[in-house]
């Protein structure tokens, strides 16, 4: 339960990041918050033969809102970004979902960028980056490369970063005015992975229809899946009860295809993706229908 | 310690523990947990899981609370550390939080102990009133097998209601 032996090196700019990570080689590894990496080190399932910690890069500790994007750097902590009312006002479902990762503690040291790269097909921000169709920005010393969350997660545990590569920030575009978002899971105790997650987003148009209907779902594929359940929600307008939902719920039931696991049986899972569904675009919808309203 | 044959690379860290600077030559696998009770001596700090599910081995980092065992020393250069040794006065006057555990019953077998008292510590700051909601979701990260937390949600509250006598 102590890590194997490994080289350090902590750099005090990008710049100085990736030249060492240009180095190095394709055994090592960033650490930033390190709440997913340390534990895999103390286990042993992880021996990188060197360790770069970008904790001082404080260039990277930032949180923006501008151009339809709220972007976080790679050393913004969970907790910051939590806390952070712009970000929180331009895209509600952050905080939404960083209410839901782990526990205080943890997010208090463990970094949003960090959880996307580390592509843990539990986590929530892999799913809500995946939902909004946002995007990861990667600098290396050949140049930055912007890559967007259809092609970012590869498998589980596995994302698009390329060993000489820094993942430097991530981008979430914001709520659009007619739009509402909403986060649901379910795990065994409050603050474990969950044995299931939709992130929900709806739009309405002016005659108060729904127009868009898209979830995303962690801990039921090896990467955050996304579905679009538009299909499944008819023309109906005015003030929906949550059960106008339970078609999308069908819908994304026929659609998956979770795994057994000690957690719960893939039929378990399946249950709760269509429940929280049904639940969390119902929660969007209300969302929506607020802000069109005021 | 040596791991294949190579021996370790050691690293100068300079911490500030509870108000006393040390430095000491760790390598870079060294777990802040482990040198604040190994090099350090300081064995207030407990270690349960080693991979940051128990919550007993949280610690202040630059008054942020922090687990001991998923940071790295080395990361920890020039930052300054609380632990539950910290937490009482020089005097030995408990704190808020330690005199609230004694008072609520918040503690059978103390393992755990360390790291809620820094937790809690470190919440209060954030919010001194807290519900009953809240009191739980501030201790929702540690374990304790003995009390069945009830008694240590009645501290959290307790604890509120002695830091607002105090100020």
Same mark, same amino acid.
């Given at each position: ?26 055994d ?16 042993r399932?992880?021996?990188p ?53 782990a ?32 995007s ?18 590869? #498998? ?23 739009a ?5 899971e ?14 929900a ?10 127009a ?24 109906v307008g ?10 999308? #719920? ?14 719960a ?7 709760l ?22 | ?17 509870n ?9 870079? +696998? +060294?777990?802040?947990?482990d040198c ?11 270690v %349960? ?17 922090? +687990?001991?065992c ?15 040794? %910290?937490l009482?006065?020089p ?8 005199q ?5 019953h %918040? ?17 209060l ?10 009191? +739980?979701?501030i ?11 009830q ?17």
């Amino acid at each position: 339960m102590k890590p194997s032996s490994f080289g350090y090196s902590r750099p005090e700019s990008v710049a100085e990041a990736i030249q060492i990570l240009a180095s190095i080689g394709p055994d090592g590894k960033v650490l930033a918050g390190g709440q997913s990496l340390v534990p895999l080190l103390n286990m042993r399932l992880a021996a990188p033969t060197h360790l770069v910690d970008i904790n001082r890069l404080s260039e990277l500790a930032f949180i923006s809102v501008a151009d339809g994007q709220v972007t976080v750097g790679a050393t913004a902590r969970h907790t910051d970004v939590l806390r952070d009312p712009v970000a929180a006002a331009a895209q509600p479902l952050l905080r939404k979902a960083l209410s839901l990762v782990a526990h205080p503690v943890i997010r208090n040291r463990g970094t949003t960028v960090g959880s996307i790269v580390h592509a843990d097909p539990s986590g929530e921000m892999t799913a809500v980056l995946a939902l909004l169709g946002g995007s990861v920005r990667l600098a290396s010393t050949s140049g930055q490369r912007c890559v967007t969350a259809n092609e970012f997660f590869l #498998g589980p545990l596995e994302s698009d970063v390329r060993p000489d590569e820094l993942a430097t920030e991530a981008s979430f575009p914001v709520l659009p005015p007619s739009a509402g978002c909403a986060f649901a899971e379910v795990s065994r105790r409050h603050g474990d992975y969950a044995v299931c997650g939709v992130a929900a987003l709806v739009e309405i148009d002016e005659d108060g229809l729904v127009a868009r209907a898209r979830a995303a779902y962690l801990s039921v594929a090896g990467t955050p899946l996304m579905l679009d359940l538009t299909e499944a929600c008819g023309d109906v307008g005015g003030d929906l009860e949550q059960a106008y939902f339970a078609e999308a #719920g069908r819908l994304a039931m026929s659609q998956l295809r979770p795994a057994d696991d000690i957690h719960a049986t893939a039929s378990y899972r399946r249950h709760l993706a269509g429940v929280l569904t049904e639940r969390a675009l119902y929660e969007a919808y209300q969302q929506a229908r607020g802000r069109a309203h005021d | 310690m040596t791991d294949a044959g190579l021996a370790d690379v050691l690293f100068d860290v300079r911490l500030v523990v509870n108000g006393i600077v040390h430095t000491v030559a760790v390598p870079a +696998r +060294r777990l802040l947990s482990d040198c604040l009770r190994h090099d350090l001596r300081l064995t207030g700090t407990h270690v %349960g899981c080693e991979h940051g599910v128990c919550g007993a081995c949280t610690v202040l980092v630059d008054g942020v609370a922090t +687990r001991s065992c998923l940071m790295l020393t080395v990361s920890a250069d020039n930052a300054e550390i609380t632990t539950v040794e %910290g937490l009482t006065e020089p005097d030995g006057t408990l704190s808020p939080v330690q005199q609230a555990f004694a008072d609520c019953h %918040g503690l059978q077998c103390g393992f755990c102990t360390p790291g809620f008292l820094t937790t809690i510590t470190a919440a209060l700051a954030d919010i001194p009133d807290p519900t009953h909601d809240e009191a +739980r979701e501030i201790i929702g990260g540690n374990l304790c097998r003995c009390t069945g937390y009830q008694n240590i949600v009645k501290a959290v509250l307790r604890a509120a209601e002695l830091r607002r006598q105090l100020s």
